[in-house]
């Protein structure tokens, strides 16, 4: 029996079927019609990455409370080899992460004012910024952010939460700044694109960072106006976990010095918000 290829290569003047006419486009090095180009693909995946950047920026203020509250509910804190006095050594890691990752927030409020927060939930600059840590470090803000983070999931400690939380954050991170990136491009041209070949994405390349900052003032008051917010965020967090890490395993009969001394630390920590909340209101933190 013929079959319908066979068929239809003997009849003159006919359409050959399509199969064969993919294979003729392959014969001839341009690709089959129904494959997309590669840059096609690409463009597809930039283009839902920055879809994706744009809605965390929009709703992260709600997401990302959200994700960690979810991550340090749904799975308990572990003791590493079920010792006590390496948890203390691995909190006290997650501190110094937390820490070292607002003192970067820190540096890169007080030598340049940046808006972060966009306008009407949207990423906006009405300027580019490109003087004090921002000339070592394109997002200086958002590494200091992850470091915070990632010192928070080393407190609560366990696999669960570093294989969730870890990709969930940067990969969250990298698509605000994809989407960031996207916007700065088309608003400031040429000007963004020569910042972007001087200055790293994420870590500083080699440079005297003292000479970045030397002609610049350090502005304390728009630092604590600026961060107090997120510093007082993080930081109950971190006691909270502090707390919760203890009463997994004791009871506060078992802790009750450490456990006051938490809940002392915490009551300091919103009467220092409070009294910042109050000054900024009234106008005493502005430059």
């Known amino acids: 029996m013929i079959g319908w290829d066979n068929f239809a290569r ?14 003729r486009r392959r014969g001839s090095g341009q690709p089959p019609a129904l494959r997309p180009p ?30 960690l509250v979810s991550l340090f509910a749904a799975f308990r804190p572990q ?10 050594w691995l909190d006290g890691l997650g501190l110094a992460l ?12 007080g030598y340049a004012r940046v808006m972060r927060s966009g306008k009407d939930r949207q990423v906006y600059a009405d300027r580019l910024v490109t003087e004090g840590l ?17 010192g928070l999931l080393v407190i609560h400690n366990n696999p669960w939460v570093y294989a969730i939380g870890v990709p969930f954050f940067l990969l969250a991170y990298h698509a605000i700044v994809r989407a960031e990136e996207t916007y700065l ?14 200055v790293g994405r994420w870590l500083p ?17 728009r630092v604590v106006r600026q961060e107090h917010g997120s510093a007082y965020a993080w930081g109950v967090t971190a006691l909270l976990l502090l707390g919760n890490d203890t009463l997994a395993y004791f009871s506060y009969a078992q802790r009750p010095g450490y456990l006051n001394a938490l809940l002392a630390l915490l009551a300091c920590a919103t009467g220092a918000w409070a009294t910042v909340r109050g000054l900024k209101r009234a ?5």
Do not use: T
């Open 10 to 23: 003997r009849l003159p003047g006919r359409v050959r079927p399509k199969a064969e006419s993919g294979e």
């Open 38 to 67: 590669r840059k096609g693909l690409q463009a597809l995946a930039r283009a839902a990455l920055v879809g994706w950047g744009n809605f965390v920026f929009r709703h992260r203020n709600y997401l990302f409370p959200l994700v």
């Open 79 to 88: 003791f590493p080899s079920g010792s006590e006095s390496l948890d203390h």
């Open 98 to 109: 937390a820490l070292a990752g607002q003192g970067l927030r820190a540096a890169a409020s």
């Open 134 to 150: 921002y000339s070592r470090s394109r997002n200086p803000l958002y590494v200091g952010n992850l470091l915070i983070v990632m």
């Open 185 to 198: 491009r088309n608003r400031f041209g040429a000007e963004y694109e020569e910042y972007c070949r001087r």
């Open 205 to 221: 390349r080699p440079r005297n960072h003292a000479a970045s900052v030397r002609r610049l003032r350090f502005s304390w008051r």
């Open 283 to 287: 106008g005493r933190l502005n430059d």
